[in-house]
């Protein structure tokens, strides 16, 4: 390789290696069952002692976009509809509409991403089962605030918390407490599990339904597969999915899990920290609002301003650092509206985010230089 040659640094990716390849290996080669046992069980109690809540409270699914899809279901359905931030990730759009309900676009704080409850309000119609906050890039925003908003208007809490595995609010562990919470271990979250999610909930309702739907409706089966046996004679009454969990995935969760807390997280918050002190305190990069030591930061966006996103991205994409956009708005999207609604809050985010590189394989010299291009782009050019 020609040693000016500039290696690519990466937007996002998968920390993986031969612990999770062993673990797969031993799934593969003596477990005998490939399928969901005993090892999506361990899977779960170990996120439910990660997390701090009863083992019970969690149901591991094959993506998150299915588990946001079964809790949709679990309290919304046609007719109805689900109050949900358009920035975010179409998974939580076609989720809800996968549950026959409709989501109706809202703002977010243009300072932390998080649903605009006032614009929400505004938004609100009696039909509204429940609302979808997205904790964008790892942080909740004003959880309690959207509690209290849910509690007034007698609707439920799902948490798109995709991008917040390790994440706390107060104190207190995303998904140890609240309504119903939705995680995402698919290839490039905080964990993956090669594709995964699961649900955490302590609604007795919900989780006997989501149980059961995670396996076409097969009645109790989840305990069955975990004791090794399988049902014969058994009833449905519910639509199911074959939305479960494999031990193979498990088995990739178990290792990732273990290296979270260890390596993954806390490299991660090493690296948002560093961002946030090399960009901090200018006008023309807007760092969101949150709170680094209870982030495990997903993703590092920023907000570049008065018309020069495009020129810093592509200055970036020309020395091969690679920068993502999340997200398009969807109610800009055909099938959430095609932008007939205006979203102008929205609207002008979009024109002014940027996500740059954040893993845990990144190094702090990686930042030095992201930040050089993007100054030079910003101070050197334009005064
Ligand atoms: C990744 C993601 C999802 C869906 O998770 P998958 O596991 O990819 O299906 C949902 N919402 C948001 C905000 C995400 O980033």
């Known amino acids: ?74 309290v919304s359905g046609p007719g109805d509809a689900v109050l949900v931030q358009s920035l975010t990730y179409v998974a939580s759009f076609q989720a809800i509409r996968a549950a026959g309900a409709e989501p109706i676009s809202c703002e977010v704080h243009p300072r932390t991403f998080a649903i605009d409850l006032n614009d929400a309000e505004k938004r609100f119609v009696k039909n509204v089962k429940a609302v979808m906050p997205v904790h964008y890039a790892g942080s909740p925003g004003d959880l309690d605030g959207i509690y209290a908003f849910a509690k007034k208007k007698g609707i439920r809490v799902i948490e798109d918390a995709a991008h917040a ?102 490299k991660r918050i090493t690296l948002a920290k560093y961002y946030h002190k090399k960009l ?38 020309a020395e091969k650092i690679q920068t993502g956009l999340h997200y398009k708005p969807n109610h800009l999207l055909s099938l959430f509206g095609g932008g007939q609604e205006r979203l102008p809050v929205t609207e002008k985010l979009y024109d002014e985010i940027l996500t740059l590189p954040l893993h845990p394989d990144l190094e702090c010299s990686n930042i030095d230089r992201i930040c050089e291009i993007m100054d030079k782009q910003l101070v050197g050019k334009c005064q």
């Open 1 to 74: 390789m020609n040693p000016t040659e500039k290696t690519l640094v990466r937007l996002s990716k998968s920390i993986l290696g031969k612990a999770e390849a062993e673990a797969v290996e031993r799934i593969l080669c003596q477990s005998g069952y490939v399928g969901m046992g005993e090892e999506v069980d361990l899977f779960e109690r170990e996120l439910a002692e990660y997390l701090g809540v009863p083992r019970d409270w969690v149901v591991s699914t094959n993506t998150g976009t299915s588990a946001l899809h079964l809790a949709a279901e679990a």
């Open 165 to 266: 595995f390790g994440s706390c609010y107060k104190g207190r562990r995303i998904g140890s407490f609240g309504d119903i919470v939705c995680f995402s271990f698919d290839g490039i979250k905080n964990i993956t599990s090669g594709e995964g999610g699961a649900i955490v909930t302590s609604d007795p309702d919900v989780l006997a339904r989501v149980k059961d739907a995670r396996l076409l409706g097969v009645e109790k089966d989840s305990g069955k597969r975990f004791a090794s046996k399988r049902s014969w004679d058994f009833d449905v009454r519910i639509q199911g999915y074959r939305y479960h969990m494999s031990n193979v995935m498990a088995s990739i969760g178990r290792v990732q899990l273990k290296k979270f807390e260890l390596e993954m997280a806390p």
């Open 280 to 317: 901090q305190g200018r006008d023309d990069v807007i760092l969101l609002d949150c709170d680094l030591d209870a982030t495990v930061l997903h993703i590092q966006v920023v907000r570049i301003p008065g018309g020069k996103r495009n020129t810093v991205r592509e200055a970036l994409e």
